[in-house]
C-alpha cells in the first residue's frame, strides 16, 4: 500500500507528534500535486492510502478518492483522527466517492485521557462519534492508538473502547522519540519493562472479546492493509533509540547459587539481612 500525503495541517496537537514542526515550514501540497502523487503511487500499487497532517481538512479528498477509483485503485485507505467524520453527510461523501476505510487516532479510553494527548478539548467526543458514523457509513474501520507513559496503564480499556466503537481491529504502538516527542521523550516515552503486563493482559482481553488487537507491526496478514503507518517524520537532530512495544519475557530461572523465598520480604527484614543497604549513598 502507497501513502498519499495531503499535507501536514491538523486540528489536533498531539505531544508526540512525529512531523513535529513539518507543518510550520513545509508547504501545503496543490490539488494538481495530490493528484500526480495518486498517480504515482497507482504506478507502484493497486492499493494507497491518503495520510497526513489530518487529510479530512482539505475539501478536494472526496475528488482525490474518487480519481483514485476512476484510475482502477482497490483499496482506498483513510489515516485519521475520525472528528470530521462526525458528521454523516461527509462520511457518505467520502463512502460515495469510493472509500474503502479508516484507520481512526484513539489515544485515550477516556475523554480527559483522549484530549490531554491531542491537546484539543473535546476532541474525544468527536472522534468516538465520528468512528461510530463511519461504520453506519458502512466504512470498515480500525483504530489505532501511540502508547505513551500516561495511557499504557489504561491498555484493556483501549481494547473495551475500541470493539465498543466498531472499530475491526485495534494497534498499539510506542510513541518514538521523533518530532514533538523528542524534546520530552522523559515525559512522554514509556519504558518496555513498565507496559509489558498491561499490554499482555490488553492481548488477553481481546481474544477473549474475539477482537483483534495487537502490538506494533504484528497485525494479522488480513489487516495489514488497514494501517498505513508512522509515515514522513521530522528529521530528529541525532538518532535516537526507539522503544518498542514487547511482551514480557518468561521469569528466569534462579541461578545455581540462588535461594528465592517463598514470601516477600518485608523493609526492616531486608535491613536486617542487609546491613547498610538502606544507607545515604549506600549502591
Request: hydrophobic share 45%; with cysteine.
Given at each position: 500500500?502507497?501513502?498519499?500525503?495531503?499535507?501536514?495541517?491538523?486540528?489536533?496537537?498531539?505531544?508526540?507528534?512525529?512531523?513535529?514542526?513539518?507543518?510550520?515550514?513545509?508547504?501545503?501540497?496543490?490539488?494538481?500535486?495530490?493528484?500526480?502523487?495518486?498517480?504515482?503511487?497507482?504506478?507502484?500499487?493497486?492499493?494507497?492510502?491518503?495520510?497526513?497532517?489530518?487529510?479530512?481538512?482539505?475539501?478536494?479528498?472526496?475528488?482525490?478518492?474518487?480519481?483514485?477509483?476512476?484510475?482502477?485503485?482497490?483499496?482506498?485507505?483513510?489515516?485519521?483522527?475520525?472528528?470530521?467524520?462526525?458528521?454523516?453527510?461527509?462520511?457518505?461523501?467520502?463512502?460515495?466517492?469510493?472509500?474503502?476505510?479508516?484507520?481512526?487516532?484513539?489515544?485515550?479510553?477516556?475523554?480527559?485521557?483522549?484530549?490531554?494527548?491531542?491537546?484539543?478539548?473535546?476532541?474525544?467526543?468527536?472522534?468516538?462519534?465520528?468512528?461510530?458514523?463511519?461504520?453506519?457509513?458502512?466504512?470498515?474501520?480500525?483504530?489505532?492508538?501511540?502508547?505513551?507513559?500516561?495511557?499504557?496503564?489504561?491498555?484493556?480499556?483501549?481494547?473495551?473502547?475500541?470493539?465498543?466503537?466498531?472499530?475491526?481491529?485495534?494497534?498499539?504502538?510506542?510513541?518514538?522519540?521523533?518530532?514533538?516527542?523528542?524534546?520530552?521523550?522523559?515525559?512522554?516515552?514509556?519504558s518496555p519493562e513498565l507496559v509489558a503486563p498491561f499490554l499482555e493482559a490488553a492481548l488477553t482481553l481481546a481474544r477473549k472479546l474475539d477482537f483483534a488487537a495487537f502490538a506494533e507491526d504484528a497485525a494479522p496478514r488480513e489487516l495489514r492493509r488497514f494501517f498505513a503507518?508512522?509515515?514522513?517524520c521530522e528529521p530528529a537532530a541525532a538518532p535516537q533509540a526507539e522503544r518498542r512495544l514487547e511482551l514480557p519475557a518468561s521469569k528466569p530461572k534462579p541461578g545455581a547459587r540462588e535461594v528465592r523465598a517463598p514470601r516477600k520480604r518485608t523493609g526492616s527484614e531486608l535491613?536486617?539481612?542487609?546491613?547498610?543497604?538502606?544507607?545515604?549513598?549506600?549502591?
Amino acid at each position: 500500500m502507497r501513502p498519499v500525503s495531503a499535507g501536514f495541517c491538523c486540528n489536533n496537537a498531539c505531544g508526540f507528534c512525529s512531523q513535529g514542526a513539518l507543518r510550520a515550514f513545509r508547504p501545503r501540497p496543490s490539488d494538481a500535486a495530490v493528484r500526480c502523487a495518486v498517480e504515482a503511487a497507482l504506478r507502484e500499487d493497486r492499493e494507497l492510502a491518503f495520510v497526513g497532517g489530518e487529510p479530512t481538512l482539505r475539501e478536494e479528498l472526496p475528488a482525490w478518492i474518487a480519481h483514485a477509483k476512476s484510475l482502477g485503485a482497490s483499496w482506498i485507505l483513510l489515516q485519521t483522527n475520525g472528528r470530521r467524520l462526525v458528521y454523516p453527510g461527509y462520511c457518505a461523501a467520502l463512502k460515495a466517492a469510493g472509500l474503502d476505510a479508516c484507520e481512526v487516532a484513539l489515544q485515550g479510553s477516556t475523554a480527559a485521557m483522549h484530549d490531554y494527548h491531542t491537546e484539543a478539548p473535546g476532541s474525544f467526543r468527536q472522534t468516538a462519534a465520528g468512528l461510530r458514523q463511519a461504520r453506519a457509513a458502512g466504512l470498515e474501520v480500525c483504530a489505532g492508538a501511540v502508547v505513551t507513559r500516561s495511557n499504557f496503564r489504561h491498555l484493556p480499556e483501549l481494547v473495551r473502547l475500541a470493539k465498543s466503537l466498531g472499530a475491526r481491529a485495534l494497534r498499539l504502538a510506542a510513541a518514538r522519540p521523533v518530532g514533538r516527542a523528542a524534546a520530552a521523550r522523559d515525559r512522554l516515552l514509556p519504558s518496555p519493562e513498565l507496559v509489558a503486563p498491561f499490554l499482555e493482559a490488553a492481548l488477553t482481553l481481546a481474544r477473549k472479546l474475539d477482537f483483534a488487537a495487537f502490538a506494533e507491526d504484528a497485525a494479522p496478514r488480513e489487516l495489514r492493509r488497514f494501517f498505513a503507518g508512522l509515515g514522513e517524520c521530522e528529521p530528529a537532530a541525532a538518532p535516537q533509540a526507539e522503544r518498542r512495544l514487547e511482551l514480557p519475557a518468561s521469569k528466569p530461572k534462579p541461578g545455581a547459587r540462588e535461594v528465592r523465598a517463598p514470601r516477600k520480604r518485608t523493609g526492616s527484614e531486608l535491613k536486617a539481612i542487609f546491613p547498610g543497604l538502606f544507607e545515604d549513598g549506600a549502591r
